[in-house]
């Protein structure tokens, strides 16, 4: 009660007294709160500055490492015709363009290729753009010239085959004011907002023209962002909608733009923006978004292209071009109207553009090339030198020896034979698998490495990991170990069934291929025809443990399986390790490592690392030179007969493990050497021998490039001998072999070729 | 004045090998026929087309060595090597920009790998072995690197 009273009385009395001063009191409180609100939202705007600004300021974004492919070397009397060529330049995303406006165009004229160069910064210099012309012959190019004259030599830009972007998946190529075209900006102002030059970070009239289009729409069509709140959700804020977020972003961009020059903020906005999506990859800013859409530079886009990739922003996934280019072709038109509207653009440019097609590659991975498995074995080669977050942030660029051109028909030619071989021998469609590597023989730089069937599948790279057993392949290694201990090849092993009974596990019967035995054969013939018996024997003869060491010095790996059956390859080894090990041969006798990085450079294209060519003197030359010539016969008349190319001067070896669940095959000419494997993942058996499985493979490899035939030692130190029993004989009389013999006294003569030994062989083999 | 004198010897070499050009093969057809070789033809060096253009990599790489840039050196010589992996005269040069780089261990590998692929050609081998003298001698083994000179100088006369 008394409070019931006493309120009124007080109200009452209150108001009687204070009465004039209502009006002052509301004013006081309400100057108050503005005051207090004005004050607050100073100090969150001071609060704000303080962190964003900086933060801004100092804004680096975490620049992916680019990786870089070998560019295509351009020289007077190079194997290149104007066709390839021009694939090549379609490939690094060049375009036909008879006024060769821009950098990245070429054209043909009367026979001859006229090419607008793009600029480009190479490991040592960079190169400014200019336009060369190129004049051929039927299969080379003729001359190369350009305004200062006739040119020896100049290379294409590199293609970019890949980036280490972050685990949070951001990816982009940062862009400076003056690489982002005009019309890109102005478009961005004319579609995304026209007031930009004019607010502060934002647009009373924008939002209000929002609110007014989706009251009339009755549904949310119009944000009203301007570019700057656009970029502070982008680079500061999460995903949420709500009001309060919603003031945060104002505020901000309000700051940004008190803060910042448009120039700055639209440059910022252009690297900024996300673009679209592609595995766990984010495309981010236009220079990337450009690259990945139309495997072009920012700079080349046309009118058309450029208003796809705006059209893009308002939802990457909705109207991705990919998986709805009706509608993003749609969006497209309606942007370039908006830019005829605001004058940008002609009208005639204006129909022509609308008539074009969206244009953007034919997949998201072609957006430039794209070698998942070669990337693996760049990482790996990082790995030693580099943080991941180094490689993810630091805008390095990285050179690689990769040659896309070969990568691409290594990968064509895997993909084929293995449909051809399912076909052929009705295997279940896809059921195998398949890795391949190519490399330079003198440099170790692998040119292709492909990890499977589908290149452009991130997947399992077999090429690198998968461990399989190697069966014959490893034969060579029994044999130059006779060799090194001074057998010739027309020397006797005998091809008999043994048993090896060693001091612990089972007795041991290798059996050849066909369950047949030949009695004595020459080494020649036993490597050719890959005769189980006859290197078993041999290596019996010569020592296991010698042969296991040359195979460690060889590959720097030490064996795992410490038993004979380890001279018939009964041991797991990587296609990659396989490479090295023939790698010894193909270059003449040396540990050539193979490697997929050249160097390494910063930002500022200072160098960082260099990786030289290792190669390491592991043969005598002699002994290299004799394994290399039984390589060759093995494909003119052992194992390797059924190639093609089996008389074309190439070396190499077949190998099938136990019950064909491997089929192999390693081979090499002057210039390339090559390893394929072919299996199943579930390591069942697939029926094929190396010769009917990998050597197909390689043979479809081969007729993509010359081959450069393997140089033979002076035929003076060649001589005749029968194939089959190693006598010396002439080819009128025999099937005959040429082979380095060093000692002929040591020989015996096939009777009825009319051959005799010289005095001075005579002499010599008095004294054995 | 050392190097421009190995650079004039480098072209020469490049200038006056033996050539006979690689079997072309069709860049798209996978029906190309079996190549037929005559097994008793010995070999001779394939074709330098690249040889105007690996000189002007080697006039470059001078230059940068000139003007004290060894690894911009390198960077052409390990391109001219690329364009022509068989011609030991580049990878003795490449050895003695190592060399001059103090980085002996790929010095020694690529001059072994010069004189291997000079095989019998006696200019060509000389020249690297007096490169592996001059590596010889940076490794402390002056006896090794007299030696390997009295030897390979006498040859010239």
């Known amino acids: 009660m008394t409070k019931t009273k006493r309120r009124p009385t007080r109200k009452r009395g209150s108001s009687s007294h204070k009465k004039p001063s209502i009006l002052w009191r509301l004013l006081k409180w309400s100057v108050g709160l503005v005051l207090f609100s004005g004050l607050a939202v100073i100090g969150y705007l001071i609060f704000l500055d303080r962190n964003i600004t900086s933060v801004f300021e100092g804004r680096r974004w975490s620049v992916p490492a680019q990786v870089y492919a070998q560019p295509l070397e351009l020289f007077p009397g190079a194997q290149l015709t104007s066709g390839a060529l021009q694939t090549e330049l379609q490939r690094l995303g060049y375009r036909p363009d008879a006024d060769l406006s821009n950098p990245g165009t070429y054209k043909t004229r009367s026979g001859r290729l006229q090419i607008n160069l793009r600029a480009f910064r190479f490991m040592e210099r960079a190169r400014p753009a200019s336009i060369i012309e190129i004049s051929f012959t039927s299969r080379h190019i003729d001359r190369i010239t350009a305004k200062s004259g006739e040119l020896s030599l100049i290379r294409l830009d590199p293609a970019v085959i890949g980036s280490f972007f972050p685990s949070h998946g951001e990816d982009r190529i940062v862009l400076a004011p003056d690489q982002v075209p005009s019309l890109l900006t102005d478009g961005l102002k004319s579609v995304e907002d026209r007031d930009f030059d004019k607010h502060m970070g934002f647009s009373v009239s924008g939002i209000l023209r929002a609110a007014m289009v989706n009251l009339r729409a009755g549904k949310r069509q119009q944000g009203g962002s301007t570019l700057t709140q656009q970029l502070v959700k982008s680079y500061f804020l999460d995903g949420r909608r709500t009001y309060e977020r919603k003031l945060q972003e104002v505020a901000m961009a309000f700051i940004l733009e008190a803060r910042f020059s448009k120039e700055d903020l639209l440059t910022a906005y252009v690297n900024e923006i996300f673009l679209g999506q592609n595995g766990n990859r984010a495309i981010h800013g236009f220079g990337l978004g450009a690259q990945f859409y139309f495997n072009k530079r920012l700079a080349e886009l046309d009118v058309a292209e450029i208003a796809t990739l705006i059209s893009i922003i308002r939802g990457p996934s909705f109207y991705n071009p990919f998986r709805h280019p009706q509608r993003a072709l749609e969006r497209r038109n309606r942007i370039l109207n908006t830019f005829r509207r605001d004058g940008l653009i002609e009208a005639a440019t204006l129909a022509s553009a609308t008539n074009q097609p969206l244009g953007v590659v034919a997949s998201p991975t072609r957006g430039g090339a794209y070698y998942p498995a070669f990337m693996d074995k760049v990482r790996a080669e990082l790995n030693e030198h580099y943080d991941i977050r180094e490689l993810s942030s630091q805008g390095m660029r990285v050179f690689t020896t990769i040659r896309p051109r070969e990568q691409e028909n290594v990968q064509r030619a895997v993909t084929h034979t293995l449909n051809q071989i399912e076909k052929d021998r009705r295997l279940p469609s896809a059921s195998l698998q398949a890795a391949a590597l190519v490399a330079d023989t003198q440099t170790g730089e692998i040119l292709a490495l492909v990890g499977g069937r589908k290149g452009r599948v991130d997947g399992f790279n077999r090429a690198l990991n998968a461990e399989r057993p190697v069966g014959s392949l490893i034969k060579p290694v029994v044999y130059l170990a006779a060799i090194e201990s001074g057998m010739q090849l027309a020397e006797m092993v005998t091809d008999e069934p043994l048993t090896l009974q060693p001091k612990y596990g089972e007795a041991w019967s290798p059996k050849n291929f066909d369950g047949k035995f030949r009695g004595p054969v020459p080494l020649i013939r036993g490597l050719a025809e890959s005769l189980n018996l006859a290197t078993v024997h041999l290596g019996q003869q010569i020592g296991l443990e010698t042969i296991q060491d040359r195979f460690a010095a060889l590959t720097q790996r030490q064996p795992k399986n410490r038993y004979p059956s380890f001279m018939l390859g009964a041991e797991s080894l990587s296609p990659i390790k396989i490479l090295e090990l023939y790698g010894n041969f193909a270059s003449g006798g040396f540990r050539t490592v193979p490697k997929a990085v050249i160097a390494v450079v910063d930002e500022q294209g200072h160098p960082l690392t260099h990786h030289p060519f290792e190669v390491i003197q592991s043969i005598r030359q002699e002994d290299v030179a004799t394994l290399n010539r039984a390589l060759e016969v093995v494909m003119a008349k052992g194992t390797g007969r059924s190639s093609p190319y089996a008389h074309a001067g190439v070396a190499g070896k077949t190998g099938t493990s136990n019950d064909n669940r491997d089929s192999w095959f390693a081979g090499y000419d002057n210039k390339r050497v090559s390893v394929v494997w072919v299996g199943r993942d579930d390591n069942a058996t697939t029926g094929l021998t190396g010769g009917s499985g990998a050597l197909r493979v390689w043979n479809e490899m081969s007729h993509y490039h010359s081959i450069e035939p393997l140089i033979h030692p002076p035929s003076e130190h060649l001589t005749e001998v029968e194939f089959s029993t190693g006598l010396l004989a002439t080819k009128a009389c025999a099937d005959v072999v040429l082979v380095p013999i060093t000692d002929r006294s040591k020989l015996e003569i096939k009777p009825g070729c009319g051959i005799r030994h010289s005095v001075k062989d005579r002499v010599k083999g008095w004294f054995q | ?157």
């Open chain 2, 1 to 157: 004045m050392l190097v421009r004198i190995t650079v004039l010897l480098v072209t020469g070499m490049l200038l006056s090998c033996n050539t006979k050009p690689p079997i072309p093969v069709s860049d798209i057809s996978s029906q190309a026929p079996a190549e037929q070789r005559d097994e008793s033809t010995a070999t001779t060096p394939p074709v330098r087309a690249t040889n105007q253009a690996t000189t002007s990599l080697l006039a470059q790489a001078e230059a940068a060595q000139q003007s004290n840039a060894p690894d911009r050196a390198i960077t052409y010589l390990e391109r001219a090597v690329r364009l022509d992996p068989r011609n030991p005269a580049l990878w003795t040069t490449l050895a003695k920009s190592h060399l001059a780089n103090g980085n002996l261990v790929s010095a020694n590998q690529y001059v072994r790998k010069a004189i291997a692929l000079a095989n019998d050609d006696s200019e060509l081998s000389r020249v690297a072995w007096l490169a592996l003298a001059d590596i010889r001698d940076a490794e402390g083994q002056n006896t090794e690197a007299t030696s390997i000179r009295r030897r390979y100088s006498r040859a010239r006369g």
